[in-house]
């Protein structure tokens, strides 16, 4: 955690203080030639052109060349039309120096490898790997190609990756890879092998034949093409039926989702309309906050709940910040908690003073304990709201179903990449997607349960209740409360003189007292929290054959 932040202030310190050799230049690296040329000793003299485009101010490019185990690279230069650049090494990554500004230029870069081949009894081979996936740049139109030390017949020559499939044989016998676009990230290694006639001074890399294992390994990379084709012939062909099926099924949850809203709706009007416009009777206040917020319960919805108490007559108020527990006659579990956590842990049993509120949760033995009860609240809430039928219990079998082409897809969806068909690929894990969100947030509401949303849904924003009954405008007023959408003015109603509420209060009393109470209930929370969180990281590393690679680019 430490070294992350330590990194990121020296990274923000140097884009401060070193912009220009921060943000990272642009430029294309449209052509490149790489030609290797086996020596008699089993080198290889290596002559590389690339040619860049530059969009703004540059300093010059990189190569980072990736020796193989047991090789090494010699003797880097760089050139411009014949002009000797400079170079700067650091490690595997070679920087030539060519500053300037919006230009086009091709930069020759020469080097040699040591034991760049691998000598054996009967053959000697060059298998090397110019890039790697470590390469962050694209080359645009990249051709790679190997001489022999002598002109030779019959040499076996195939690629890996980016490289497979590109090779061609000369007169001569040199192997040209024609690779055209590489993009970053890439693997390309080519593999070249001729008789071991033609390296009279190199030493046997080791005493055994080695013709036979080069043909198994090209053949193996044929059959592996082979089966590809074939699988992506296959997968292509049954691809468009399989995701047809898939997509009538996703259709036809839609439909049913559709057809279901209408029904439910369609039974709902049929009923006899509420004699209530809020449906204080149907459910709890702090159970219609769940219901209606996604089960999140905040400090609102505390402050609504103790004044919703007070509204049903279970408690008093004696003074500003003085509450009296009258009886616990309770309708719901959570409303037996909420007496329990303010008035008997908090409180003697029998008044509560909200001064008392904020020093229990600044009690640091007492955090734990105020957590519990918080929980303990929320959880019966949720319960309430769950044993409730407010949802339509059909609505599983159509999860199910869901749930089933989503698992279904997976398969699809892996096969696809694998067999290079990348457009179904896509397409199968939209339907993925689409079925596993479909599983998850499928809740159709029962007749109850969107007659409840509908009376509650408007009352977010709506001022209409001021116009109701008085036995309706209360609880409607802290619905708002508990959801949060009276906060600024809770912000700004505090009174000017104190006034008890009570069951017959008009609505200001209880939004007026509501002021007060939500600043104790936030300040106590704040107190009692506590979180933790903890950071893992871990690395990986890449290359090519034997470690080897490489890859371009500018600064």
């Known amino acids: 955690m430490i070294k992350r932040q330590v990194s990121a202030i020296i990274m923000v310190l140097a884009v401060i203080l070193f912009p220009t050799q921060v943000f990272a230049v642009e430029f294309d690296i449209e052509k490149s030639t790489i030609e290797a040329n086996l020596q008699e000793n089993a080198a290889v003299e290596v002559t590389e052109q690339h040619t860049y485009t530059f969009e703004g101010e540059f300093n010059g490019i990189t190569r980072a060349l990736f020796p193989k185990e047991g090789t090494s690279i010699q003797d880097v230069h760089a050139t411009e039309n014949g ?39 009967d053959v000697a081979e060059f298998y090397w790997p110019f890039f790697d996936q470590r390469n962050e740049s694209t080359f645009e139109d990249l051709t790679i190609t190997v001489t022999p030390p002598e002109p030779a017949t019959d040499p076996i020559a195939f690629g890996y990756d980016q490289a497979y499939g590109t090779e061609s044989i000369n007169d001569q016998g040199s192997v040209t890879f024609s690779l055209g676009e590489v993009s970053g990230g890439s693997n390309g290694d080519v593999r070249v092998a001729y008789d071991a006639s033609l390296f009279p001074a190199a030493d046997v890399a080791a005493d055994k034949d080695m013709r036979q294992d080069i043909l198994e390994a090209k053949q193996s990379l044929e059959n592996e093409a082979t089966a590809l084709a074939k ?199 939209a339907l993925l997607v689409f079925f596993l969100l479909f599983s998850i947030f499928y809740r159709p509401l029962s007749v109850e349960g ?71 209930f936030e300040t106590a929370n704040t107190s009692a929290a506590v979180a933790g969180a903890g950071i893992t990281s871990s690395g990986n590393s890449a290359g090519g054959v034997g470690g080897g690679g490489g890859g371009a680019g500018g600064f």
């Open 450 to 520: 969107l007659r409840i949303h509908n009376q509650l849904a408007p009352l977010k924003w709506s001022e209409k209740w001021k116009d109701w009954e008085h036995d309706d405008q209360i609880p409607a007023m802290l619905f708002q409360v508990a959801m949060g959408r009276r906060d600024n003015m809770l912000k700004e109603q505090m009174p000017n003189s104190w006034r008890p509420a009570t069951s017959q209060s008009d609505w200001i009393v209880y939004l007026a007292l509501a002021s007060l109470l939500q600043e104790d």
């Open 83 to 121: 002009k000797n650049l400079e170079i700067g090494q650091d490690d595997n990554t070679y920087k030539v120096y060519r500053p300037g500004e919006d230009e086009t230029f091709t930069i020759t870069l020469t080097y040699t490898i040591e034991n760049g081949a691998d000598v054996y009894n």
């Open 231 to 429: 699988r992506k012939k296959f997968m292509n062909t049954i691809a468009p039926y399989v995701l047809g099926a898939f997509l009538v099924v996703g259709v036809g949850l839609m439909i049913h989702r559709l057809r279901k809203r209408r029904e439910t709706e369609h039974e709902l009007d049929r009923q006899a309309a509420s004699t209530s416009p809020f449906p204080k009777d149907a459910m709890s206040l702090p159970g219609m906050v769940s219901f209606m917020n996604h089960g999140v319960l905040s400090t609102n919805a505390m402050t609504a709940s103790l004044l919703d108490l007070v509204r049903k007559g279970l408690v008093e108020q004696v003074s500003e910040k003085e509450f009296r527990l009258l009886h616990r006659r309770t309708d719901y579990k959570h409303e037996d908690i909420l007496i329990e956590w303010l008035f008997d842990e908090i409180a003697d049993g029998r008044e509560l003073d909200l001064e008392d509120l904020k020093d229990y949760a600044a009690n640091k033995k007492k955090r734990d304990v105020y957590q519990r009860f918080y929980e303990r609240w929320k959880y019966a809430v949720q319960e309430e709201v769950r044993r409730m039928p407010l949802r339509d219990e059909g609505g599983k079998v159509w999860r199910t179903v869901s749930g089933i082409a989503a698992f279904a897809m997976v398969p699809f969806a892996i096969i696809f990449p694998i067999s290079d068909l990348f457009g179904w690929m896509f397409a199968s894990i």
